[in-house]
């Protein structure tokens, strides 16, 4: 059944997306209040295309929450548990934020611009009224807003050869997780070298419509040699990769350790962040359930909400988060979150699909 998303203010689209809609765009879901693509072609299609050549990704709606002022890096490091204490400018940290139980709130990455300057790029929960919360209990000194930033991923192993085109020799140069400031068309756009994809890639991060989409229109108007096309961030290839989906795959009723984030969790320094003390009472107690990886024998799934895992005696053991086919495997892949005593690679289960039993079993993350 056909279904269509009504807009409207409380629904943005993003500088991008008339241009998303000439090059012909299937379909959208909602992510942080804005319109993520989510097809254009045949999934299959896009899977390979996105292993072997280079795709660009209007990814606007990964908001980036901006803190500023005097009390900022004592703010960013309330929200996470990973320790921020020794960052470096123009270093981009992946860090689970988590509230006073020790729950996830959102899986960022966090951007240290200047001495008393961070952005926060978020995926799918609100943030800002977060942090504004936390602030305003503490009567921080800052100044928190959502930066008038779109971003464009550009993602595939030949992400770094078009790239090259476009801002000289110099970007390769940039290393994993780090950012600096690269230049078009006179005008200076800040790039990391990072991306929702175990392909390698860049993301970039625009502050002007204009520029923006002089940017993106030029990157087509050489793209035919790299054999560029307009992608969105692959289902079955992140989950191969074990790349986590804030909302689908872990939410605020998981916790760092449950989620594979142990060496991101800082519980022995005299750092200060919400929930230290109910996580140092987590890991000495131990976690009851951990995000694991499965393959099913099924060539095709709908999850739409949490599937349960069986035994063989119908026992629950765990719950199928995300998943989707994967062409490599020539089967569905998937994230699900397992009851400890069955993460256990080589384990059996079924799920029930349309009233029919499937086999699958347990693996580690990332899926090889």
Known sequence: MKTFITRSRRLRGTPFTSRLEKQGVKSFTVYNHMLLPTTFSKPEEEYNHLKNHVQIWDVSVQREIEVIGKDSSELVQLMTCRNLSKSKIGSCYYAPLVDSDGGLINDPLIYKLE??????????SDVLLFAKGIASVKNFKV????????????QGPKSGKIMEKIFGKEINNLKFFKFDYFNFNKKKYLISRSGFSKQGGFEIHTDDIKGALKLYDYFFEIGKDFNLKPGTPNHPERIEGGLL???????????????????YVDLNSDIVFLGKENLKKIKNEGIKKKIMGVKINSKFIDVSQGIPLLDLEN??????????????????????????????????????????????EICNLPIL
Do not use: H
């Open 315 to 360: 026992y629950e053991i765990g719950q199928l988060r995300s998943a989707a086919y994967s062409p490599k495997f020539d089967k569905v892949v998937g994230i699900a979150m397992v009851k400890k005593d069955f993460c256990k690679v080589s384990q059996k289960f079924k799920i029930k699909l349309n009233n029919n039993s499937i086999s699958g």
């Open 143 to 154: 100044n928190i807003f959502e930066a008038k930033v779109d971003t464009l991923a550009v």
């Open 245 to 263: 989906s804030y909302g689908s795959d872990m939410d605020i009723f998981d916790n760092p350790f449950e989620c594979g984030f142990d060496k």
């Open 115 to 124: 001495e008393n300057r961070w952005r926060i790029c978020i995926a799918d």
